[in-house]
């Protein structure tokens, strides 16, 4: 058992996970650098200050984009089922490596659903729409004027930058929860992201449920 | 973030800076400087604009024949603030105590003691408020994110094709060299006084009092109390319907979103991402990683 190998991702999803993955990157970190003035030294390294906001918001256009996709092609693993609420009540014995007192997961835990729903479905859609009034304020007003009454240019722009900001932290904190798990919280998980492909060690020991339906699979 | 000290040791000091910590404000001292707008003797002449004009070598939207056509004459040179149109002269007509009235308007950036651009801005340096007062735009600093506009309760700057800022600068080249400014130099009736602050304030409320006895029981000084003051000053004999002197706010405050966002905002999300970093590391720590050896050795 030693060298087999279990594809976990198609071609297809991982074209769409890198394509996420540098947009929201440099979406990322370019945000913090706009919003916070501490981290202003950020645009440098990301091309100074004007192409940094010139280029983050059509590095926007291309997480939406790749976001709408892969919410498409992952969506089917992320239903929630009751396993998963159980899940979510002993999250604390995930935290302490002790998942064999958790219901065995299939593709996804619930973790991962909800880093999901949370950042790549609700991230896509609203990082897309208060994106895009902060970007054309007046033509943004002047779409959404009616359907708001009352409510000026300058309000819907401030409105969608809180808004921004609000869904910045919500994804930005489980981006780094994200990013840590993929790498040093769980060995052998990055390099699925190249080749589709994760050990059957690994797919036991993380996946269980899922490892199985693979095995009767094959 | 930059440090500020209040300027350098010629020029003028400067009090604030966008995305910048408070400054060190004992080298100089200056003035607050001001105009009084006195509405009852604007005559709507329009030499304030042409004076705006040709001192800053604008560069102003001159409408054509057709234009004029498709949105009807009006005495207006322009529908609105443009990046090359720094102050603009707006003229309405309403319904008064005392029948049909002229509203007249010279309307331009107020210089705000505490301007909403600058707290908006993100970009450190690229807005400065001086000691005496004035709010100014340092275009090698500005990032293009026309936050500026978006913070100012009187929805003054406006951008240029490459979303850089531009509006009134109270003349800080002619001011910081003891000479008025141009709009108040050229202004003929007297509708327009410059001098420091206190004392335009001081003019204003005399001027309203003026009025209120020359049967304008309405006259009201807009003082713009939401912004801390502003260093425009405006005497109105019919301060009931402020609305109808060229859109001027009713009560000019800079939103609660935007210190909601430049304030708690800020500070949650510096939190959040910080303490996700601090809880992975933590983890990495105390729990270790996720091996597969781990879960080996509990099967």
Redesign the interface.
């Known amino acids: 058992m030693a060298n087999v190998m279990i594809t976990r991702l198609t071609a297809f999803d991982r074209l769409v996970h890198l394509g996420t993955a540098a947009s929201f990157v440099y979406a990322f970190l370019s945000g913090i650098g706009i919003a916070f003035p501490k981290m202003h030294w950020l645009l440098t390294v990301l091309g100074g200050g004007e192409f940094a906001r010139w280029l983050h918001p059509w590095a926007g256009v291309v997480f939406s984009v790749f976001g709408f996709l892969m919410i498409l092609s992952y969506v089917k693993d992320m239903f929630f089922d009751t396993d998963d609420i159980k899940w979510m009540v002993g999250i604390v014995h995930y935290m302490t490596n002790h998942e064999e007192k958790l219901p065995e997961t299939r593709k996804y835990n619930a973790g991962q659903k909800m880093y999901f729903w949370i950042t790549v479905f609700w991230g896509t859609i609203i990082f897309l729409v208060s994106g895009l009034a902060m970007w054309f304020p007046d033509a943004f007003a002047a779409q959404v004027a009616p359907w708001v009454p009352g409510m000026g240019v300058r309000d819907l722009v401030l409105l969608a930058t809180v808004v921004h900001e609000v869904m910045f932290i919500a994804a930005g904190a489980f981006f780094i929860v994200h990013i840590y798990m993929g790498t040093l919280g769980m060995p052998g998980t990055l390099s699925a992201l190249a080749t589709g492909k994760v050990t059957a060690e690994w797919a036991k020991a993380h996946h269980p449920k899922w490892y199985r339906e693979m095995v009767r699979k094959a | ?1 930059s440090y500020l000290t209040s300027g350098s040791t010629t020029g003028l000091a400067i009090r604030r800076m966008s ?2 910590k408070e400054p060190v404000l004992d080298i100089k001292d200056q003035e607050q400087l001001g105009i009084l707008v006195d509405i009852s003797s604007c005559t709507g002449c329009k030499a304030c604009e042409v004076a705006c004009i040709q001192w800053h070598d604008l560069n102003p939207p001159i409408a054509t024949e057709e234009e004029l056509r498709e949105n009807g004459f009006s005495y207006q040179s322009a529908p609105d603030l443009a990046a090359n149109l720094f102050m603009l002269m707006k003229y309405q007509e309403a319904e008064t105590d005392r029948g049909w009235t002229w509203f007249i308007t010279k309307r331009q950036c107020m210089h705000c003691d505490d301007p909403g651009c600058l707290t908006a801005c ?3 340096g690229a807005i400065v408020q001086y000691a005496n007062g004035v709010v100014d735009f340092d275009q090698s ?7 500026c ?2 913070g ?1 309760p009187f ?1 003054i700057p406006r951008y240029d094709a490459n979303d850089h800022p531009f509006k009134c600068n109270f003349c800080l080249d002619r001011v910081g060299n003891g000479l008025v400014p141009a709009c108040a130099k050229a202004c003929p009736t007297n509708a327009l006084h410059f001098g420091t602050r206190a004392d335009m304030v001081e003019l204003g409320h005399k001027v309203v009092a003026g009025l209120k006895d020359r049967g304008f029981p309405n006259a009201a000084l807009y003082d713009s109390a939401g912004v801390g003051g502003a260093g425009y000053v405006y005497a109105l004999p019919h301060g009931d319907k402020v609305e109808h002197y060229g859109d001027l706010p009713k009560d000019p405050a800079i ?1 609660s ?2 210190h ?2 430049k304030g708690p ?2 500070w ?3 939190a ?2 910080l ?3 601090a ?2 590391f933590m ?2 720590v105390t ?6 050896e ?3 050795k ?1 099967e």
């Open positions: 973030m995305a910048t993100p970009s450190p600093k500005c990032i293009g994110c026309g936050m506009r978006t100012c929805d939103s979103l935007v909601l966002w905002l800020k949650i999300g510096g959040a991402i303490g996700s970093i809880a992975m983890h990495l729990a270790g990683p996720k091996t597969v781990a879960h080996g509990e």
